[in-house]
């Protein structure tokens, strides 16, 4: 049992569009950085992800955060304590991303999740030994010693002719279905849109096209958009690779689009600009800019627009 009160086979982690939440420690973090998070929060959150995308009601998380006996204002204190769990996600209770409200019922928590075994702590901590102080000055010299050899070798290698390698290309898919492809800044995921059929690259809207995500160091392809009668045109990560932007046609005429984002691993899609030609372009942010300019209707940039689609198959470096 964690220590703060919900019990599990084994401590695990919980990861889930960048964030990754300690069940054991009750910590929770979004790529490496500790995420302020107090002890309601932290229960409601938890018992929302165990729920795995059920409806948690009000009145379930009210017994599971006061004990019988307890006289508070249970509706005003629960409402705050999903206000700060919603502040700690950097959420929006008008457009969610991880917890929807359904209103006078209860809560739902939208984002997919992966558990995580960890080893077990407390094993790990009553097994270590105390270093004598003459080990410690061995290991110290030795490990000096280490690195001078090191050193000495990365200058001999840097003064020699290195040869040259041969690089391996592996192919991600081989039905040449893929219409646009993008790689996260941190090389976890690739995110592509694929056609229901190879005849739907040269001819679209005869079809339908859905999205995916391929998580690199897995292998594993997760379908995160339905395939619906729609061409995505574009899309980009943003700087921390945890969200998704998408360019969106819902007309034969490409160059008409609306600019979507949502969590990397699927979830809700927001709206962001409606009834543009979308330049997406990375900057040095902590996110991703996107400069939105009005399409024009002459011929000549519905054929620049058109040149800009792709199709086929989509590769990355072994």
């Known amino acids: 049992?964690?220590?703060?009160?919900?019990?599990?086979?084994?401590?695990?982690?919980?990861?889930?569009a960048g964030y990754v939440l300690d069940l054991e420690t009750a910590e929770l973090r979004s790529n490496g950085t500790k995420v302020i998070l107090q002890d309601q929060?932290?229960?409601?959150l938890a018992t929302l992800i165990e729920a795995q995308g059920r409806l948690v009601t009000r009145n379930e998380l009210i017994k599971?955060?006061?004990?019988a006996g307890t006289f508070v204002d249970f509706d005003q204190s629960l409402n705050k304590a999903v206000g700060r769990l919603r502040e700690a996600l950097g959420d929006n209770a008008d457009d969610p991303m991880f917890v929807e409200t359904v209103p006078r019922r209860g809560y739902r928590f939208v984002v997919p999740t992966k558990n995580i075994v960890v080893p077990n702590r407390q094993m790990q901590d009553s097994s270590a030994l105390r270093i004598p102080r003459e080990t410690k000055?061995?290991?110290a010299i030795a490990s000096l010693f280490i690195l001078m050899l090191v050193a000495a070798l990365l200058v001999y290698r840097t003064r020699s002719t290195a040869p040259f390698q041969k690089t391996d290309i592996t192919r991600l898919t081989n039905d040449g279905k893929v219409m646009t492809a993008a790689i996260s800044p941190d090389?976890?995921?690739?995110?592509?849109?694929?056609?229901?059929?190879?005849?739907?690259?040269?001819?679209?809207?005869?079809?339908k096209e859905s999205l995916w995500v391929r998580q690199i160091g897995s292998g594993s392809d997760v379908q995160i958009t339905p395939p619906s009668a729609v061409h995505y045109g574009g899309l980009t990560f943003s700087r921390d690779g945890n969200v998704l932007y998408i360019t969106q046609s819902e007309s034969k005429d490409r160059s008409l689009g609306t600019l979507y984002r949502m969590p990397v691993l699927g979830g809700i899609k927001k709206k962001i600009v409606a009834s543009t030609a979308v330049l997406i372009r990375p900057t040095t942010a902590n996110d991703t800019a996107?400069?939105?300019?009005?399409?024009?209707?002459?011929?000549?940039?519905?054929?620049?627009?058109?040149?800009?689609?792709?199709?086929?198959?989509?590769m990355r470096p072994a």
């Open 1 to 16: 049992m964690t220590r703060r009160g919900f019990p599990i086979r084994n401590p695990q982690e919980v990861h889930f």
């Open 187 to 207: 090389g976890r995921y690739v995110a592509y849109a694929t056609a229901e059929n190879a005849d739907f690259v040269e001819k679209p809207f005869t079809g």
């Open 41 to 44: 929060p932290f229960q409601i």
């Open 290 to 314: 996107f400069s939105a300019t009005a399409r024009s209707r002459h011929a000549a940039a519905r054929r620049s627009a058109r040149r800009a689609v792709g199709a086929g198959g989509l």
């Open 137 to 139: 000055m061995a290991l």
């Open 64 to 67: 599971k955060l006061w004990p």
